[in-house]
Each structure stands twice: as structure tokens, then as C-alpha cells.
């Protein structure tokens, strides 16, 4: 059984997800959100971060894509962990995506828990918290959302969009989307639909949340209770997913944890159980687990070619947008054939379009990594892409 976190206060959760530690923006009853799911949702609230200096021109804005479980804390410090943002290996004053040169953007998703719009936050018509009463969400609807967001920001093109996993999802979507509005693409570990396995993976989570006696039905902020169980164990199957069998190797082998020989219980005897046992007590400090529920289900749902005519080419054809696809060789969740799909879609359209596949070992979150052969290329393809848009400072 996984072990429980400290007692979380549910009562900041709940702030955090109304009244954010982010800038936020909220739409009203007469600027509503159309969801794919056909709901026309309003009031809505988008938090965001914002990092660097938007030039005169309007002409540096990088939109960052969160993955999963990701936020908008792309390189502040997190205000519920106290952790590092999430991407700072790529992020920053020097970094690859220069916060010195171009103007950084990313908002929490829709059906996220850290201050834009979700089950976590509170329905104005019932005063409590949305739970399952929150309209179900895709990958569009919150590419929708984002485009809200620029709107009201007065920016009406990005340089660049990029983001890994499902925020690879959402950079292919607003190629498809909106391709005038994005000059580059820079999709990581990604592809143009959820394959069935990950959808299994996915469905074994949300059954663990649900089936966690304190989810109450989605209810449990209304009955202090939390599931935390479930949501731990959902985290501890998808991580696996995560890591390959040589970085677990690697970093784990067979090796014991603060002893020399097996218990002969079903403690954690080994260093590997009690690594993912760690990832799933720390999860739930942060996250939902209705929003897990509701994102893990917008990553099923996406599927571009589906809107397309069952051809994902013409989702991107006349796009002026130029792109630069990366995989890793050891991402056995998004493998390298389904960034091979998405380079050989964007030849059939007519697009510029670079890959990238990285040998490494360390698996799909080799985008969060020390990963400097990846550092190299987003460099590089952003520097080539900067001078082709005439950007002031274009190396």
C-alpha cells in the first residue's frame, strides 16, 4: 500500500485554484469559452506566468505548453512545492529559450488545478467546488483558451510555440489551428493522437483515483476528504511510464533500500519501490485528482487527423509555419515512429520541417532533463528561425 503526505489542507488547495500566486485574466458571461464537448463555458479564469520583455514590435513571444502535470511555473519557484519551475534546464537568461531575448508565456491548461478554470475551482451557480459537474475538456478547448489569452494580452503572433508530451499535443494544434499565428513549432516527444496503450495506461490511473473510498464521486472537497491513495498510485503507473527499463537499470538495478537482504513483507524492500512510492506521496501535494481524471481524458480524446478527413497532412497544408520535430530513441510512450508520422505529414503538406531524434536512455522525460543535444537543437532551430522573422539581435 502507498504511504500518505502530510495532511494537505484542502482549504489551500481550493485557493489556489480560485485565487492563484499568477498573474490570471477572467473572461466573462459575454466572452465565453466553446468547448468541443459543446458547452459554451463562461466565466472563465486563465493563470499565467510571464518571463522576459515583450519587444515594441510584439514580434518575441514564445508560448511554453505544460505537459500533464505540469503548470505554468515554468521557472519561478513553485508556490505550493517551494520546488524549481519545471523547466528550467531549457528556460532562462542564457538558457535555449533566452528569457533576456524573447518574451515567455505559459498559462495553466484548462481543467488544470493551479488557477485557470477547472474541477477544482469553484461553479459561481453552487458557490463549491465544479468536481465531475465541470464540462469535459480537449486538447483544442485549451488551445482555444491560450488564444484567449493572447488576444488579451494584444499579441497576435507568436514566434514560437513549443512544449513536450501533451504539450507537444497542443503545439500541433495550434499549427492546425491558428498557422498564422505561429511562425515555428517546436513539437518534443509528441504525436498527432494517443495511441490505445497509452489510453490503457490512463484508464488504469483514473481507476485508481476512483476507486479510492475518499473520492466521494468527485465530491471530496464538499466532504474533506481526499483521495490521495488513488491519485499516488495513478502517479506511481504513469512515472514508470516516464523512465525507460536502462535509466531504472541505472538508477535503481536491483538494489536494496537501507538494507542488505529482504524483509520477506511487502515493505519496500527495493530501492525502485521506494523511489516510486516517493513520486506518488509528493504528487498529491500539488495536484488534483479530478483534474488528473479530466487532462489524462483531453490526451485520449486527441486525435488531429480525426478533424482533417482521417489525414493528418491536411491539418498543416499551406501552413506557413516552419517546425523542428524531436523525439528520443528511448521514449517507448511517444517512440520515435509517431514523431516520424508527424515529419513525413508535414512533407506531404508542403511544410518546412526539420528532426531530431536524441539518443539517450533517460526515456520521455528526457525533455525535462539535462539533456544538452537537445539544448543544442532548440538553440539552434530558435536562433535559424529568429533571423528568418528578422528579429532584433538575430545571431
Not at 500500500?1 to 489551500?12: E, F, N, P, R, W
Not at 498557422?179 to 490505445?196: E, M, Y
Not at 508542403?350 to 532533463?369: M, N, P
Request: net charge neutral; proline share 5%; aromatic share 10%.
Amino acid at each position: 500500500m502507498v504511504g500518505t503526505a502530510a495532511t494537505i489542507d484542502l482549504a489551500d488547495r481550493r485557493r489556489e485554484a480560485d485565487q492563484p500566486h499568477s498573474l490570471t485574466v477572467r473572461f466573462g458571461m459575454s466572452n465565453p469559452l466553446r468547448l468541443d464537448a459543446g458547452v459554451d463555458f463562461a466565466p472563465m479564469q486563465i493563470a499565467y506566468q510571464t518571463y522576459g520583455t515583450l519587444n515594441p514590435e510584439r514580434s518575441n513571444a514564445i508560448l511554453v505548453c505544460h505537459a500533464l502535470t505540469g503548470d505554468q511555473h515554468v521557472v519561478n519557484t513553485h508556490p505550493v512545492t517551494g520546488k524549481p519551475g519545471w523547466w528550467e534546464t531549457m528556460v532562462g537568461p542564457g538558457r535555449p529559450i533566452d528569457t533576456e531575448r524573447y518574451f515567455v508565456i505559459c498559462a495553466n491548461v484548462v481543467g488544470g488545478c493551479m488557477g485557470s478554470s477547472g474541477p477544482a475551482s469553484t461553479n459561481p451557480a453552487t458557490g463549491m467546488p465544479w468536481g465531475l459537474d465541470f464540462p469535459v475538456i480537449t486538447v483544442r478547448d485549451m488551445v482555444r483558451a491560450q488564444a484567449m489569452l493572447l488576444d488579451h494580452l494584444g499579441i497576435e503572433s507568436l514566434f514560437a510555440v513549443t512544449g513536450g508530451s501533451m504539450g507537444g499535443m497542443q503545439v500541433l494544434q495550434w499549427a492546425a489551428s491558428y498557422p498564422q499565428r505561429v511562425f515555428a513549432a517546436l513539437p518534443i516527444a509528441g504525436a498527432t493522437r494517443h495511441s490505445a496503450q497509452n489510453i490503457a495506461f490512463h484508464e488504469v490511473g483514473r481507476q485508481a483515483v476512483m476507486a479510492d473510498p475518499d473520492w466521494r464521486a468527485g465530491r471530496y472537497f464538499a466532504e474533506g476528504t481526499n483521495p490521495r491513495r488513488g491519485l499516488a498510485v495513478a502517479r506511481m503507473a504513469a512515472h514508470i511510464t516516464y523512465l525507460s527499463d536502462a535509466a531504472l537499470h541505472r538508477k535503481f538495478g536491483r538494489r536494496f533500500q537501507d538494507r542488505d537482504n529482504p524483509t520477506f513483507s511487502f515493505d519496500a524492500d527495493f530501492q525502485v519501490e521506494s523511489y516510486l512510492r516517493h513520486q506518488g506521496i509528493t504528487f498529491v501535494e500539488r495536484f488534483d485528482a479530478n483534474s488528473y481524471l479530466y487532462l489524462t481524458r483531453a490526451m485520449d480524446y486527441f486525435d488531429l487527423a480525426a478533424d482533417y478527413e482521417g489525414v493528418v497532412a491536411n491539418a498543416f497544408r499551406g501552413a506557413p509555419t516552419r517546425f523542428c520535430v524531436i523525439s528520443f530513441t528511448s521514449d517507448w510512450l511517444f517512440p520515435t515512429a509517431e514523431s516520424r508520422a508527424i515529419v513525413h505529414a508535414l512533407n506531404a503538406a508542403g511544410a518546412r520541417v526539420s528532426f531530431a531524434e536524441i539518443t539517450t536512455d533517460k526515456g520521455h522525460d528526457a525533455f525535462l532533463l539535462d539533456e544538452p543535444e537537445l539544448f543544442a537543437i532548440v538553440r539552434g532551430f530558435l536562433d535559424g528561425a529568429a533571423k528568418a522573422r528578422g528579429l532584433r539581435g538575430s545571431r
